[in-house]
Each structure stands twice: as structure tokens, then as C-alpha cells.
């Protein structure tokens, strides 16, 4: 096993389905994607990034907000199937990495998605990774994470201790969102100015 995250045969076991999780079908997930879309603060990004990226159903949403996506995940099936999906979108590029060990450091995102990946993670790669996204980060980047709240018993972590952790980072929190089965945080390295401010319908 890798020492920092639930071993690559715990995913490829579960790719044996195309969707096993059902993004594309359950209305959970249309959910939760349209909630987290619809939580960030700007209508476009220039770069993103979003490791976990599964089959790539929100990826493809995502891909229509941003100029350049980048998607790594663990399992080379579901990268597979998320090239299929993205194929028509050349400003998207799938790869295959783990979230530690091919964390693209040194590059510098506007908008990071950390959706349903970072319960994966022992208790000190969830910290070492937290500590990477300010720097990950362009000055007016964002992060937005989201994750499922109900225990499960293989994941080192639940959703809520993630998002704790991200809570305890040096980011600021911009947006919330939490119900019985999931919790959403919009993330910044400095609050900056809301949504009404930008548009000039507040005069702060
Ligand atoms: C529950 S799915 C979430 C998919 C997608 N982010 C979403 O919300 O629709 C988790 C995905 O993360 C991937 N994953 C798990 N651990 C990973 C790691 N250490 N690095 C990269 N991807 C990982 C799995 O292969 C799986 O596709």
C-alpha cells in the first residue's frame, strides 16, 4: 500500500463498473455538480485544476468555465473514460496521477476542485496537501471542495474532518454550503471583493 492514501487496487477494484458511482445518474450528483458550479464566485477561469477527476462528468461542465483544465486520477480507467467525455474539448487534458505524488507544484491555478478525492488521504497527506493549495494558487484563485459527509468505514478520513482541515488552513472562506449528506467550502488566499461589489451593485 502507498503510505499516504487507500491503495490504486481499492479504485481499479471499483472502475470494474464504468460509473460506479453513478455521476451520471443520480440525481446526488447532478446535485451536489450544480450546487458546487453554481457556488463559484466567477462565471470563468483561465486554468483549473481538478485531481480525481473519475470519469470526467463534472470535468466536462467545468471545461465549459475555463480557458485550460487539467484532470489527473489514480485510476487509468477512469482517465480513459474521461478523455472519451472531453474529447471535444482540446483545452482539457486528462493524465493520469496521484494527487501527492503528481501534484503539478510549481504551476498556479485560478480555480482548484477538490470534490469527493481529499478523504482519500491519511491525516498528514491531507495536511501536507492543504498546505500546498495556497501557493497552488494564482492571488485571486479559488478553491472549492466538496465532499460527503456520511461515514465510510475504508476512507482514512470523513468528509467533515477534510473540510475542518481546510477551515484551519490560511485561506479564507468565501462561501459555505452543508446539508445531512455533504458539505461544500469556497476557499481564497484573501476574501476580495463579493460577487455584488464586482458588478458595482453595492458601492463598497
Ligand atoms: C468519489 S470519486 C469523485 C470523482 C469526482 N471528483 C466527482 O466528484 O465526481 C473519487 C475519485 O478520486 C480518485 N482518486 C482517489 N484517490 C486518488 C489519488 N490519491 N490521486 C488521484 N485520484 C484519486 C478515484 O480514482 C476516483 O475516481
Same mark, same amino acid.
Given at each position: 500500500?502507498?503510505p499516504?492514501?487507500?491503495? =490504486?487496487?481499492?479504485?481499479?477494484a471499483?472502475? %470494474? %463498473?464504468?460509473d460506479p458511482?453513478?455521476?451520471s445518474?443520480r440525481?446526488y450528483e447532478?446535485?451536489?455538480?450544480a450546487?458546487?458550479?453554481?457556488?463559484?464566485?466567477?462565471?470563468?477561469?483561465?486554468? %483549473?485544476?481538478?485531481?480525481g477527476?473519475?470519469?470526467?462528468?463534472?470535468s466536462?461542465?467545468?471545461?465549459?468555465r475555463? /480557458?485550460?483544465?487539467?484532470?489527473?486520477?489514480?485510476s487509468?480507467?477512469?482517465v480513459?473514460?474521461?478523455?472519451r467525455?472531453? %474529447?471535444?474539448?482540446?483545452?482539457?487534458?486528462v493524465r493520469?496521477?496521484d494527487?501527492?505524488e503528481?501534484?503539478p507544484?510549481?504551476?498556479?491555478?485560478d480555480?482548484?476542485?477538490l470534490?469527493?478525492?481529499?478523504?482519500?488521504? =491519511?491525516?498528514d497527506?491531507? =495536511?501536507?496537501?492543504?498546505?500546498r493549495?495556497?501557493?497552488s494558487l494564482?492571488?485571486?484563485?479559488?478553491?472549492?471542495?466538496?465532499?460527503w459527509?456520511w461515514?465510510?468505514? /475504508?476512507?482514512?478520513?470523513t468528509?467533515d474532518?477534510?473540510?475542518?482541515?481546510?477551515r484551519?488552513?490560511?485561506?479564507a472562506?468565501?462561501?459555505?454550503?452543508?446539508?445531512? =449528506?455533504?458539505?461544500? /467550502?469556497?476557499?481564497r488566499r484573501?476574501?476580495?471583493?463579493?460577487?455584488a461589489q464586482?458588478?458595482?451593485?453595492?458601492d463598497a
Amino acid at each position: 500500500m502507498t503510505p499516504h492514501r487507500l491503495p =490504486d487496487s481499492y479504485f481499479h477494484a471499483m472502475y %470494474a %463498473a464504468d460509473d460506479p458511482w453513478g455521476f451520471s445518474s443520480r440525481w446526488y450528483e447532478r446535485r451536489k455538480y450544480a450546487l458546487t458550479l453554481a457556488a463559484l464566485s466567477s462565471p470563468r477561469y483561465g486554468s %483549473a485544476f481538478e485531481p480525481g477527476c473519475s470519469i470526467g462528468v463534472l470535468s466536462a461542465e467545468l471545461a465549459t468555465r475555463c /480557458d485550460r483544465l487539467l484532470c489527473i486520477d489514480v485510476s487509468p480507467r477512469a482517465v480513459d473514460l474521461a478523455r472519451r467525455r472531453l %474529447a471535444a474539448a482540446p483545452h482539457a487534458q486528462v493524465r493520469s496521477g496521484d494527487i501527492v505524488e503528481d501534484w503539478p507544484v510549481g504551476e498556479r491555478f485560478d480555480l482548484i476542485v477538490l470534490s469527493e478525492v481529499l478523504y482519500y488521504l =491519511d491525516a498528514d497527506a491531507l =495536511d501536507d496537501l492543504v498546505g500546498r493549495l495556497p501557493g497552488s494558487l494564482t492571488p485571486d484563485g479559488e478553491v472549492v471542495a466538496v465532499h460527503w459527509r456520511w461515514p465510510v468505514a /475504508d476512507y482514512p478520513q470523513t468528509g467533515d474532518a477534510v473540510h475542518e482541515a481546510l477551515r484551519a488552513s490560511s485561506l479564507a472562506v468565501l462561501a459555505s454550503y452543508s446539508d445531512t =449528506d455533504f458539505r461544500l /467550502d469556497v476557499l481564497r488566499r484573501r476574501p476580495g471583493r463579493s460577487v455584488a461589489q464586482r458588478e458595482g451593485l453595492v458601492d463598497a
